[in-house]
């Protein structure tokens, strides 16, 4: 996959970008102003929903960062039901107003890669993680550490997508897919790390840090 240079708006968008702008165009040219103001406020809503800025990575290598933007709803130890292991799974949920753009939390090399087709409950739930649509990485860390990175499809998410495919290596940051309109990530990690953050915390895709290898 080619490291392509940041667009701002993410590409993924630009088809719904076209779309509804296109829309509200037309809407303001053949209907009533305030038919049209409806299909504004949509054109602009979907313009901040791929919006894509650059990140900074920090400098710290023993640090593990935030694969997307959104709220941390949970801190646990639990079996990772792709590598079966005990792991420290941490998750980010996505609102409809974050960043979906999402970025490696390590350094390594994916190792495999699954797809699941699921259902669409709230990607807020527990049980998101293993009844919905998901895509998950395995990503072998250059220190040698497992890590499993999961794309969740949420209540009204319709399409995951991963950029990576098996072999690949990522950096630290490096953005390999999108979910479009509501989602989360879980981060599966091995026990013997350090948590950075609680449930609750608001978190950056790459800026903060999840957790740190010991």
């Known amino acids: 996959m080619a490291h392509y240079p940041h667009p701002i ?3 993924e968008g630009w088809l719904h970008i076209i779309i509804a702008f296109s829309a509200a165009i037309a809407a303001t040219v053949l209907l009533d102003w305030q038919w049209a ?3 504004w406020i949509i054109a602009v809503f979907v313009l901040q929903f ?3 800025p650059p990140r900074e990575v920090p400098s710290n290598s023993k640090a593990i960062l ?3 933007d959104g709220r941390i709803v949970a801190v646990e130890k639990i079996q990772d ?5 005990e792991a420290i799974k941490i998750s980010v949920f996505m609102n409809v107003f974050n960043v979906h753009s999402n970025r490696s939390p390590v350094d390594g090399e994916v190792r495999d890669k699954w797809y699941f087709p699921g259902k669409f409950i709230n990607a807020d739930l527990p049980k998101a993680s293993l009844e919905n649509e998901r895509n998950a990485l395995w ?3 250059d220190n040698g550490a497992d890590v499993t990175c999961v794309q969740v499809a949420g209540l009204i998410a319709k399409r995951i997508i991963c950029h990576v495919a098996t072999g690949e290596h990522l950096n630290r940051g490096q953005r390999f897919g999108f979910i479009r309109f509501g989602s989360r990530v879980d981060v ?3 026990l013997d790390i350090k948590v ?3 449930i609750g915390d608001k978190v950056s895709a790459t800026g903060t840090v999840l957790a740190e290898f010991r």
């Open 9 to 11: 708006i993410a590409r």
């Open 196 to 198: 950075n953050v609680n």
């Open 37 to 39: 103001i409806a299909f």
């Open 66 to 68: 935030a694969p997307a």
């Open 50 to 52: 791929f919006r894509d």
């Open 139 to 141: 990503i072998k860390a």
């Open 81 to 85: 039901p792709f590598l079966d292991r």
């Open 188 to 190: 599966y990690l091995p």
